[in-house]
């Protein structure tokens, strides 16, 4: 009997020590998302909008000689949306705005897995085109919003931060429903 006990014994101890140990993969940040909630843009820049109540107007620091070029710093988050605006006139055509648009969302082709594009019509006529991105690239859904005969607004959304775009998901599509809200409430200025 007492055989059999170290035997006993000495096989579970043989069997329950096993010496391949495998690290536990890292967890994600736990992302509270607050409700949608909306507010209009100040007066004084020739387009009007409603913004994220969860971001901040800010100027834009890369270029301060273009007063309508503004950021929606959401803080919380570490993201910007960088919307500029162009008149369309005797410097800038149509034409030469939207490739611009184009071509900056085509420079991403190098790291993208894929760009989606899609065309919309706006609750006031504004014809409107939706890149969304997808795969690890500096920005995941660009947009720009125009009557093509005098206004260009155009959005890009960055993060500042060098997390994989997978665990930023949930703070990338909350974004992009804000943008969306924000494309649908555009209203230029006459």
């Not at 125009?146 to 665990?167: I, P, V």
Request: glycine fraction near 6%; charged fraction near 20%; include cysteine.
């Amino acid at each position: 009997m007492r055989k059999h006990l170290w035997i006993g014994i000495l096989l579970v101890g043989l069997v329950g020590c096993d010496k391949t140990y495998l690290p536990k993969p890292p967890g994600y940040n736990r992302i509270d998302l607050p409700a949608h909630a909306f507010q209009k843009l100040s007066s004084g820049y020739p387009y009007q909008i409603d913004f994220s109540t969860y971001s901040r107007i800010e100027a834009d620091s890369f270029n301060l000689h273009e007063d309508t070029w503004v950021n929606l710093n959401y803080a919380d988050f570490g993201a910007k949306v960088h919307l500029t605006y162009k008149r369309i006139g005797n410097n800038f055509d149509f034409k030469k705005l939207s490739n611009d648009a184009f071509r900056l969302t085509s420079q991403h082709q190098v790291k993208a897995y894929g760009i989606e594009e899609a065309v919309m019509i706006t609750p006031e006529g504004y014809t409107g085109v939706v890149a969304e991105l997808t795969g690890e690239v500096p920005t995941q859904f660009q947009f720009f919003v125009t009557d093509s005969t005098n206004n260009f607004l155009r959005g890009a959304l960055y993060f500042n931060t060098a997390m994989k775009n997978d665990s930023l998901a949930p703070v990338i599509e909350y974004i992009k429903a804000d943008m969306v809200h924000l494309m649908n409430s555009v209203k230029f200025e006459d």
